[in-house]
């Protein structure tokens, strides 16, 4: 396997922000998913999944509740606030339009 | 996460951090139950600390783990080094303390309001009056003719209140046989009501008690009278005292805070102003000072236009009973003098106007001496920051922000001003009463309310937090800009860091020499005043002051005198008025025909035969005085007035006339100057006149009573009291002993405010030597060590001793100079505003430049010394080696 990629600078933001977007999950879970959904080629840093979980709650575009996970154990979910919602919108078009400059300019090469 | 989260965050330390275990337990829990290794799980949180670290939820609580953390280290840090610390703890709280008792004092006597309701209203009237020496006064007090028709006519705009002087007053409670002294002030009945004032027990006086005069013997003693001299006894109403003529009931107790209108001389006893029933149509005679409480809404400068209009109309009547000789500018001017209404939300009084410039310059004083001792408290924590470089540089490189390194400093020089403050604030406890002590006579005690209030403590914070700010801010500042690299390298320039503590030092012996130089002016104020000529000799000269109940016949005189006389151990007795230097006076206008004379008036006193003997006045020509010889009419004059009315002629046989007044007196002997009311004044004219003046043989004294002056044969003649009172309640009943002082205590009153700043200014130059000695040392200490190596390099290449000591100390030492020059110019610059203060120097003496300028030598020296032996006794070899 290749080594996993570096994330730039606010894009674990947006993968947290756009996981979340579809159901609620915990912590493991959303590591796990972002993994998966990668095929392996992003692997959360270590260290920075709960501090980028805690900064987006304290900014307002995540909320939190205690539930049973599908392995019957006790976890803390994380969920997208309407905020959350708007600024997931907003980063996505945003890195769209960074990815397509970038790939424009690639394919000129 | 809302604000108030966050907040409340700060107080569930524990919850959150379970909160955020839980979370990673179940994290790896769910990793173990997918079939992950534990430490395969554990990486994806990195280090746990730094997770809780830099978790946002958490940041405050973080700030605050540091804040205890620095606490403790900074306690570790000051205990370390115990002496450094405690120099520094102490020489703030003598100059934090010192500045809370000013404080203290000066809130107590000139701002805090009287307790009424809205005080901002509160004016006095005043007029704007020219002294007999043609400097610019203040008249405050008036007479109950004037005050009638003002409070008529000024009616709509406020309502006039008369409030007399508190005199020490002579009363007698039912039941006591002992008299005992009371502050007595005559009150409108209606100010109670105007104040919206409340009785804590009875009933306060009202309108209905100011009818007609002689008529409503009541009174209202004030709470803390009631408590100090009745221990708050609620079955006080009723009781009955003496005073003068008069019998009192006490109808009521005035509400607590209340104490009158005179700050330092706070009211016992309030009773109606009508019942000083002879001041009530007395012309002429001015006794009690015009309150206007304005009606809301009302506009002080139509009030002030409406009592200027009342005030003319009323002086320009009285100038038509003045003397012929009288010219009409001197009518016109008295006619026209300017009135202000002056705000007075914090009363009025004597004591304010005495001591409300000395106060002033104690302040500044205590300013100077505050900021020397944060000076020498900055120099001290930035040498211990120098010191700590290499550990402060450690910390930045293992992580620490600039910002935790200021907080460090800063939380160090918190510790340090909250010491020095709380040691301060006891000392101040002490000292506010002890000052209020050294500036009252025994016989009227200065009473201020020294409690602590409200603004006390906002005072007390603020100067906590400017203290901390001036001496913690530039240490803070410098332990922050700490560079790793070169202090862990072994040294940074030396030159760059000692910048800054020499101009503290500049600036520390500006001060210090301006605080010594003020202080060699008042001490050199008090050394003359208190050597001044008296032209009588005070020494076993002791005054009875006898209380007589009406007018009584000179013969009952006589024979007091005569029985004080023959007790055993009276040398010499007299009868007088009043005693001289007792700032009371009288004085009437004469002029002898034919002479035109300055326009002042001279001093009148009545004496007996014996006297000028008794005082030690000399006769200057002339053969000896008989008893005969003081018949009613005749005057003794001394120099001064033979000087200014009779212009060089003999006035020996020779008479004056007492304008106003048909009477004439017939000089008959000159008598030697000598002091009559004041001491800073020169020796005014003064005519002697018989005790006895009246034809009809009755003794008639405003004063209602007189004094017996008597020279003692041993020296402590307050040991006689106890005989004399007997002796003079045998001889008379309607007579005693009021008062019993001796002649010197007058004079040293006299001195009193003159002997605080001498004394309060030597003290605060002594501890501005001392600190800013402390200063210089640390300084001088400083600049050794730092350039210990350079020095024992020096050393070793075999520099002489001269040289390295002009190196170690010469950049300093200008400082030093500069400063103190600095601050002689300032204090001689100033000297001007202090004038009123002084008394028979003058700032440019020699002396008051010279002293000072050798003090701050000497501390120079003595600073000096042990750090310049410390630099000539560095062993290179030793030294070199060390690094």
Known sequence: MPNPLELPQGVLDLLLLKTLALEPLHGWAISQRIQTRTTGDVQVQQGSLYPALHRLERKGWLKTEWAISENNRRAKYYSLTPAGRKQLRAEEAEWLRLALAVSQVLGEV | MSLWTKFANLFRKGQIQRDLDDELASH????????????????????????????????????????????????????????????????????????????????????????????????????????????????????????????????????????????????????????????????????????????????????????????????????????????????????????????????????????????????????????????????????????????????????????????????????????????????????????????????????????????????????????????????????????????????????????????????????????????GASFATWAAPYVLGRISPSFNPVQLDLHTDYRFIAFTILLTLGITAIFGILPAIRASSVKPASVLKGG?????????????????????????????????????????????????????????????????????????????????????????????????????????????????????????????????????????????????????FARYYFKGIDPVGKTFEIDGSKQTRKTIRIAADAHYQRLREPMPPTAYVPFHSSQDGVVRNPRQGGTIILRSSVPNALALFPTLRATIAQTNSRMFIANLLPQSEFIEIQSMRERLLAELGAFFAAVALILTAIGLYGVLDYGVYQRRRELGIRRALGAPAVHLTWRVSAQILAMLAIGAMAGLAIGIAGAKLLESLLFGVKPSDWQMLAIPLAAIACATLLAAVPPILRALHIDPAKMLRAE
């Not at chain 2, 209203?121 to 003002?150: A, K, M, W």
């Not at chain 2, 100038?319 to 000789?325: E, L």
Request: charged share 20%.
């Open chain 2, 28 to 423: 790896i829990e769910e990793a173990l139950a997918n079939g992950r290794t534990d430490a395969e799980a554990r990486r994806s949180f990195g280090n746990h600390t730094n997770l809780r670290e830099s978790s946002q939820d958490l940041k405050l609580l973080t700030a605050l783990d540091n804040l205890k953390s620095d606490f403790t280290f900074s306690l570790r840090q000051l205990w370390k080094n115990k002496v450094a610390s405690a120099a520094a703890i102490l020489s703030l709280a003598l100059a934090t303390g010192a500045a809370q008792a000013s404080f203290r004092l000066i809130d107590a006597l000139l701002f805090r309001p009287i307790q009424i309701d809205s005080p901002e209203r509160l004016h006095l009237f005043t007029l704007h009056v020219t002294n007999q020496d043609g400097s610019p006064g203040i008249n405050d007090s008036c007479e109950y003719p004037f005050f009638r028709i003002l409070s008529k006519a000024i009616e709509n705009e406020a309502q006039a209140l008369a409030i007399s002087y508190p005199g020490r007053a002579d009363i007698t409670y039912a039941g006591t046989p002992e008299m005992e002294k009371a502050f007595f002030v005559y009150i409108s009945g209606d100010a109670f009501p105007a104040f919206h004032l409340q009785a804590a027990l009875g009933r306060l006086l009202t309108q209905n008690d100011n009818r007609s005069p002689g008529a409503h013997p009541v009174a209202v003693i004030s709470h803390s009278y009631w408590q100090r001299r009745f221990a708050a006894d609620p079955g006080i109403l009723g009781k009955k005292f003496r005073h003068a003529e008069n019998i009192y009931e006490i109808v009521g107790v005035a509400p607590q805070g209340f104490n009158g209108m005179d700050p330092g001389s706070p009211t016992d006893i309030f009773v109606p102003i009508v019942m000083n029933a002879r001041g009530i149509d007395a012309r002429g005679w001015t006794w009690f000072r015009t309150w206007l409480f304005l009606k809301p809404g009302a506009s002080l400068q139509r009030a002030q236009q409406v009592a200027q209009a009342v005030s003319n109309a009323y002086r320009e009547e009285q100038t038509k009973g003045f003397p012929a000789h009288f010219s009409s500018e001197m009518r016109t001017k008295y006619a026209r003098q300017p009135v202000e209404l002056v705000a007075a939300a914090a009363g009025y009084s004597s004591t304010q106007q005495r001591y409300r410039e000395p106060l002033w310059i104690l302040a500044i004083l205590v300013a100077l001496v505050l900021l020397i001792a944060c000076a020498n408290v900055a120099n001290l924590m930035t040498a211990q920051t120098a010191a700590r470089a290499r550990e402060l540089a450690l910390r930045v490189s293992i992580g620490a922000g600039r910002a935790r390194l200021l907080q460090l400093v800063l939380i160090e020089s918190s510790l340090v001003a909250l010491a020095a403050i709380l040691l």
């Open chain 2, 492 to 640: 940074d320039s030396p030159h760059s860091k000692r910048r800054l503590m020499r101009a503290l030092i500049a600036v520390q012996a500006g001060f210090c020499m301006l605080v010594n130089f003020n202080a060699g002016l008042f001490l050199a104020s008090f050394d003359r005043l208190s050597h001044h000529p008296l032209g009588f000799k005070p020494e076993r000269v002791v005054v009875l002051h006898i209380s007589a109940q009406g007018n009584l016949p000179a013969t009952d005189w006589d024979l007091l005198l005569n029985r004080v006389r023959s007790t055993p151990g009276v040398e010499s007795a007299a009868l007088a008025t009043m005693p001289l230097i007792a700032s009371d006076s009288w004085g009437q206008d004469v002029h002898v025909p034919g002479i035109k004379h300055p326009d002042r008036s001279p001093s009148f006193l009545g004496v007996s035969p014996g006297w000028l003997e008794t005082m030690g006045i000399p006769l200057l020509r002339g053969s000896d005085l008989r008893t005969t010889d003081m018949h009613p009419g005749a005057a003794i004059v001394n120099e001064a």
